[in-house]
């Protein structure tokens, strides 16, 4: 009786996206003949053998994935063939958006080890670059520069981080998306318990400061919105779109912060007053 590996029937026979995606999941101890745990993506298996797959399938590697896609969505950024930089890609989440909307190569920083994916670490596409601290990337680090950047950082404030990440950016087309986390840019004593911001005036002196700092670099900030999904203790979190001073788009007004916050607050908080 013919035998097929592992991976191909999970990919046939669940119609996953990719080899990758079914390689991964097996790496994962996900994957089942039956009750028996798949161990090695080439292990061969007899067509009689029914496949499954424990858990539910989310089209990301993970949540935060959302908060990118949610970023390219409205404000209107093609990364279709470009190359891109994704500054703490942790498991992977921007990097997955990005491969998605057909970026032709992502390089995924971050300080920490063997993070990523799996799925993402074998495909092709992807650069990885551990151990690597984002506050001294150079743009000789790139054989070949990218034109758009995100960052998904924590325990560290955008401020320590966007002057190396902008400066890698090369092309007329430069862009870059911050995932702005208060929590991270505040004072101590105005984030409350479990590290959570919940003042609205806390969160628009963060942002002010932020978009008054990103000029001092070069840039501008040109877009704003909150992120569709809360951090992981429930902190509200906010997407801004930067592009080189000299680029088209009017400059963040402030009334966009007010108005910003306003609408994160009516979907996931009750605004005092």
């Known amino acids: 009786m013919k035998k097929r590996r592992a991976d191909e029937r999970l990919f046939e026979d669940l119609n996953l996206e990719s080899l990758a995606l079914a390689r991964a999941l097996i790496m994962e101890g996900r994957a089942f003949a039956g009750e028996r745990k798949l161990r090695s993506p080439g292990e061969l298996l007899a067509d009689k053998e029914a496949v499954r797959v424990r858990g539910e399938l ?16 409205v404000f209107g950024i093609d990364v279709g063939d470009k190359v891109c930089l994704d500054v703490g890609a942790s498991t992977g989440g921007f990097t997955d958006v990005l491969l998605r909307a057909g970026a032709r190569r992502v390089y995924a920083v971050d300080v920490g080890y063997n993070l990523l994916d799996y799925r993402l670490r074998a495909d092709a ?9 984002a506050r001294f990337l150079r743009p000789e680090d790139f054989p070949e520069r990218p034109v758009f950047g995100a960052t998904d950082v924590s325990f560290i404030s955008l401020k320590a981080v966007l002057p190396a990440a902008l400066a890698v950016l090369d092309g007329p087309e430069r862009r870059f998306v911050a995932l702005v986390k208060p929590q991270f840019e505040a004072p101590k004593e105005d984030v409350g318990e479990k590290g959570v911001v919940r003042d609205p005036r806390v969160h628009a002196r963060v942002l002010e400061e932020i978009t008054a700092f990103v000029p001092t670099l070069g ?15 429930g902190n509200i979190e906010f997407l801004l779109e930067i592009v080189p001073e000299q680029a088209a788009g009017e400059v963040l007004h402030k009334y966009a912060i007010s108005d910003t916050i306003r609408r994160a607050y009516d979907k996931f908080i009750k605004m005092p007053g």
């Open 219 to 233: 840039w501008k900030c040109v877009g704003l919105d909150f992120s569709p999904i809360r951090g992981p203790e």
């Open 58 to 73: 989310d089209r990301y590697v993970s949540r935060g994935a959302h908060k990118l896609r949610r970023a390219l969505e």
């Open 125 to 133: 596409r992807v650069t990885v670059m551990e151990r690597t601290n």
